[in-house]
Structure formats: C-alpha cells, structure tokens
C-alpha cells in the first residue's frame, strides 16, 4: 500500500495541523511563465539615465531574482524501491503520478534510478532520451498534465552509462547527468557511469527548480548554482547508500544544502527494501528512504520514514525571498 501524507501547506500549518482540500482536484490551466522554460525576455524599465552606477565588486555574485509567483507549489515526493524491470518500474510511475495528480501536485519527483536500481548490469538497460522508456515517462506526464522528474540510464562512450533525471511534463523538456560520481564508502560509480557537466533548471508554473542527484548533495556550489540561476526549489532525487551513520549523514546534507543556497529541498530517496520484506544487495546504493521537504531556513516541512511513501506538500516562493532579506549569505560571499 501507498501512504499518502497530505502536507499541503507545511510552512503555516505544520506537519501537525489539518490539510487543506486540494482545490478540486489538479488544474488544467498553466501560467503564461509556464510555457516557456527558458522564462519571458528582459522587461522594459523606462528611460535610461545618465548616472553612472556603482560597479559591482567581482567577489559579490548576486543570485538572480526569480520573480516566482506568490502561490505556493504542490508538489509530491514518491518514495519507492524499484527493481532491476525498467517495465515495471514504469508502472510504478504511472500509479504513483496519477494518484499525486489527483491529490493536486504539480510536481512529481521520482527516485535516482527509477528506471533500474542499483546492482542491476545498466548498460544493456541504458536507452537514449527518445528511447521508448522516457517517451512513456513523457507520456505519463502529458496524460496527468504535471512536470514529472525520474531518474534513469542513458548510454554513453566506452560502455559507460550516464546516470540521468529526466524532466518532462506541459511546456517542461529537460535532461541532467548527474555530476559528482559515488566513489565513495567501497562503491565505484565512476567505473561504469560517465559524469555530466552541465547545471540544469527547468520552469514549472513560473518557479524555477535545480536538478541534482543524490551523491551531488555533498557539493553546495552546485546547489549555489541553483540559486544564482533564480531557482526556489532544488528537487534531488537519490538511491542513498546504507551504513553506519549514513541517515544522519543524508537529513545533514539535505538541510545543509537548503540553507547554504535559502532555497526549498525536495529531496527523494528509494524507499529502504527491508522494509518491503525485498533482499538488500550488499554492496549496492539501493536506499534508505527518509525523504523529506526541507525549507529555506533549513527546517524539515514533511518527511517520510524508510518505507515506501508518497509525501504531498507545498513548496511557497515567498519564504525563499523571505529568508533570503533575513540571511543573506548569497549576497554576502566574498569567494
């Protein structure tokens, strides 16, 4: 069974307080921020003065206003433990992103290695971005009519794979290879994924949201990236590695990373496979679960134990530029 937290508005309420009702069900129409990902062009300011500004020191990196919509966000946070059959890894999508759509999200964010988990041979499983894996991912989301992040292997050169999130949904269409490589605790990631190199955002109903996985989030310049990018939301789906203080590592690192950038983290773990009654590989990253939406200011909105979940809550734009006027770290850098 799924187990639906319905945790819409955590920032004023509380994980504690009564849920408000999704509004009816999911919406159809989309803001005109929304159909483009790539946003709307500069805006006129009036007449160009003659004053000459101040220049800006070099050290100080203004992150850029994200001029996101004052409405919160529903989003949800599907937490569950795949196997080695991309096909039925797919039907899990298509149930947990229906019923998410259903409670109103308009955001779905699956696991890393969605497609396939960890301890799986992924280069025979490896399909291109138009392969007919994503093109049913695509599918799935175009039907629910939400922007759908999932995590999946694409090919690369010398038989390596790329470890990937796909995200797609109504005017959404984009790809991140995961940067940082797990080569770490006894696991080699590097020697058979190939790493990515480019930062990617995307625009889901006027909020600008950073894609990062899993290992990534002991790397805060990326998530800073984000936010220089005009991001309010990082979504970082994984497949977290068990061990001896491997969960206080994981819920550190998350809260850490929201407050080193004052933006909201989504971040989706697979759901740990003992408690399905699964077999846990002995070496592979296969999950622990304990996904969670953190705040901002750091604090944990919602979070889900080690079981499989789907976690509904509300990511608000507002307290982003709240926190940022009480915190200002961003503008505070110097390196």
């Excluded at 800073?224 to 309010?232: E, L, M």
Aim: net charge positive.
């Amino acid at each position: 069974m799924i187990h639906i937290q319905d945790w819409t508005n955590p920032g004023r309420h509380g994980p504690g307080a009564a849920p408000r009702r999704p509004g009816g069900g999911r919406r159809t129409r989309r803001s005109g921020a929304a159909r483009s990902a790539r946003g709307a062009p500069g805006e006129a300011h009036g007449p160009r003065r003659s004053v000459r500004r101040r220049r800006a020191r070099p050290w100080r990196r203004r992150a850029r206003r994200s001029h996101t919509p004052r409405t919160p966000m529903r989003i949800a946070l599907s937490q569950l433990t795949t196997g080695p059959d991309p096909a039925r890894n797919l039907a899990a999508v298509r149930e947990r992103t229906r019923r998410a759509a259903d409670a109103g999200a308009r955001l779905v964010v699956f696991p890393e290695a969605t497609m396939a988990s960890f301890g799986t041979r992924l280069a025979p499983l490896a399909e291109p971005l138009d392969g007919p894996w994503a093109e049913e991912v695509r599918r799935i989301a175009a039907e629910a009519s939400v922007t759908v992040v999932a995590g999946m292997f694409t090919p690369a050169a010398d038989g390596k794979v790329t470890n990937t999130l796909l995200a797609t949904g109504p005017g959404v269409e984009a790809a991140y290879d995961k940067i940082h490589l797990f080569d770490a605790f006894g696991f080699t990631e590097s020697a058979t994924v190939a790493a990515g190199s480019k930062v990617v955002t995307v625009l889901v109903d006027g909020v600008r949201v950073g894609l990062a996985t899993c290992y990534d989030v002991r790397f805060p310049e990326l998530f800073r990236a984000h936010a220089d990018a005009g991001c309010a939301l990082t979504v970082l789906p994984a497949s977290w590695g068990a061990g001896p203080g491997k969960r206080e590592q994981w819920e550190l690192l998350v809260r850490a990373r929201a407050l080193d950038a004052t933006l909201w983290v989504a971040a989706v773990g697979q759901a740990d496979p003992a408690a399905s009654g699964l077999p846990v590989p002995p070496k592979a990253p296969t999950g622990i679960g304990h996904s969670a939406l953190v705040a901002p200011d750091g604090t944990v909105r919602a979070r889900l134990d080690e079981a499989p979940g789907l976690l509904i809550a509300e990511v608000d734009p507002a307290e982003v530029e709240s926190v940022r006027r009480q915190i200002p770290v961003l503008a505070n850098r110097r390196l």
